[in-house]
């Protein structure tokens, strides 16, 4: 096989299995759906179950008459809460196994630490999806589906938990071909209880069901190498978003796109000096709007900016082989807020107000281009600034932004 015929067949492969497309299409990864508390989590739905909370959510939870638990589930919740009463403010969990009809189940019981940490949330959600990632179903390893029981004391520690639970579980596993590649049609089940009731309005299973897809989308593109996802693919994931959230929502959506050199023509200094090294893939600043075309010029607005930079190697001050590592995340805040802005248009969470998304995308590579130490140069908002650290690109790209 020539060297064309290879390169062309890799193209066509890469095409054929593109993430960006699957992440937009939503047909990959285990798909969830959320329970109210009253409905029951059946065992032969669900080869595995999950109770995760904190220790006061598992103790009023396990003294609940009105769950609608299996027998086995309960008494393992009841044996755990015995054991570990004393440690509440610690993490800790369990594995057991309950036979019904159908076979052997296992039971997880993940009991979240009370202590505050920097998070500043009540529920510790970090704490939630970093134990729940641990486990095969949660990791995109395992085809199977699972079911969930995700408890707050509080309703909002419920919802919190249910949040975190959703953004444990992974749309693709990056580590395994064969989980890119096969639709999963099972859906795992997430019951939402609280001591209080049911949880807050958002909690409704609609609503729930679409912020946390959209966490997962905003934790997917994060997730994803800069060879699958640079500024080019980037600006097509978020006009994909665009056109989901027009056709299947019928939002007032606006869309602009900035790239390139027309940055620095129209004045985007800090962005574009920040990404021009990257000629293949180059800068660009994404803007989505919603209920925007009828906005008078006094109207507030509310403006979600994001740092987009899809690879950081510092520039010409470049980073360590270790301190370089991990920084495909560094456009994760933009990703974030881009699942922040699909989920206030999706749940209609904001009708008398324009909302924009401003996405500030850029690699800071180098190459023959590359802004220097001691340059100065002029941000959008007329300011010029010394250099002195290409390494401290964000602040640039998100002034530019900003103003």
Known sequence: MDRQHLGESSAKRL?????????????YGQRLGFLDREEALTLSSSSTIFVVGQMRALAAFASDPKCVVAKGVMRQINDFVRAEAGSSSK??????????ADGVRKVVIVCV??????????????????????????????????????LGYTAEDALVTAMAVGRAAHRLNFNSNRAMRAKNSSESCVVVWSAE????????????????????????????????????????AIEGVAGRLRDRFGADIGLEIIKGQELERQGFGGLWNVGKACTANPPALVVLSCNASNAKPDDKS??????????????????????????????????????????????????????YFIG???????????????DIIEMYSGLTVEINNTDCEGRLVLADGVA
């Open 91 to 100: 993490a800790s969990q369990t594995v057991g196994y309950v036979r019904d």
């Open 302 to 355: 509310i403006v979600l900016v994001g740092k987009g930079i899809v690879y950081d190697t510092g520039g010409l001050a470049l980073k360590t082989k270790d301190g370089m590592m991990g920084m495909k995340t560094d456009m994760g805040g933009s990703a974030g807020l881009l699942g922040a802005f699909a989920a206030l248009v999706e749940t209609k969470a904001i009708v008398n107000k324009s909302l």
């Open 197 to 236: 009731g049911r949880p807050p309005h958002l909690g409704r299973r609609g609503k729930l069901e679409l912020v946390v897809d959209n966490i997962r989308m905003a934790a997917l593109l994060t997730e994803m190498p800069t060879n699958q996802l640079n500024t080019t693919t980037y600006t097509r």
């Open 15 to 27: 095409r054929r299995y593109d993430p960006v497309d699957q992440l937009l299409l939503k047909e």
């Open 113 to 150: 630490p009370a202590e505050a940490t920097r998070n500043n949330n009540s529920a510790r959600p970090d704490a939630v999806s970093k134990a729940l990632v641990k486990f095969p179903q949660f990791a995109g390893m395992d085809d199977e589906p699972f079911g969930v029981y995700a």
């Open 360 to 374: 500030c995308l850029a690699e800071n590579s180098i190459g023959p281009d590359s802004y220097r130490h001691g």
